[in-house]
């Protein structure tokens, strides 16, 4: 399954006000593991900005003024996010900011069926506690010492993280990793493979085995099939 974990950094709290997107940030996730993919953008505003959003983000006017306006990254976001679910921490917040920009530019609006909002699901797995992305981090011991201030895809790839531990994704592949070990099929490292722990019993007879033996011994000394015979046994004494 195909996922989009998604961060917004924008001018102020409400769109319907006057304040813009200014950053998105979006990470690929593919059945509930990352794959390096991401989507990255800052966008020019076309305004001032305020001294606590700039507090927050660090990302200003001047900054942004050489970067592109939201209907030049338009395609290119809605293509990257394709019609896979968006994972979004407190989603009515960075949507509310993507809708009307997409309103703007007379194009649909992401429907609120699409959304995974970790917010709601912290709150349901942690009650009565503060569950900002900070907190979560500390709680699941995930390094966000480089979040010094709030960036899009930052906080996009620690919200990833973080939404594997809530959904309880990283205990389940863990167990996996106990019950089954990786093998390599090549020194280039292919795909790793699941092995048993615990072969299968045999199901040929020793009857079959010679029935076998026998066979083989009729197709002379240059068939393939002695080339998997054990080596015969070093003569006593």
Excluded at 89 to 106: M, R, T, Y
Excluded at 134 to 162: F, M, P, Q, W
Aim: glycine content about 6%; proline content about 6%.
């Amino acid at each position: 399954m195909r996922e989009i974990v998604l961060d917004t950094e924008t001018t102020g709290l409400d769109p319907l006000r006057g304040d813009r997107l200014v950053e998105i940030g979006c990470v690929e996730m593919l059945n509930r593991m990352p794959t390096g993919q991401t989507y990255h953008v800052y966008i020019n505003p076309e305004r001032d900005m305020p001294a606590e959003a700039f507090a927050v983000h660090g990302l200003s006017a001047e900054f942004l003024s050489t970067k592109p306006l939201f209907h030049e990254v338009a395609d290119a976001f809605l293509e990257f996010i394709g019609d896979a679910p968006l994972v979004i921490h407190n989603a009515s917040f960075d949507i509310g900011f993507i809708n009307a920009e997409l309103d703007k530019i007379k194009r649909a609006a992401i429907p609120r069926e699409r959304l995974v909002d970790t917010l709601l699901l912290a709150r349901r797995k942690h009650p009565g506690v503060s569950n900002r992305l900070d907190d979560l981090c500390s709680r699941y011991a995930i390094d966000n010492s480089r979040r010094t201030k709030h960036g899009a895809l930052l906080d996009a790839e620690l919200l990833a993280e973080v939404y594997v531990d809530l959904v309880g994704a990283r205990q389940s592949q863990l167990l996996l990793a106990s019950d089954a070990q990786e093998i390599r099929v090549n020194a280039a490292g292919d795909a790793p493979r699941r092995q048993r722990l615990v072969p299968l019993a045999l199901r040929v007879s020793d009857a079959e085995r010679e029935a076998h033996r026998a066979f083989i011994a009729t197709l002379g000394d240059k068939a393939i099939w002695n080339e998997f015979l054990p080596a015969p046994a070093p003569p006593a004494g």
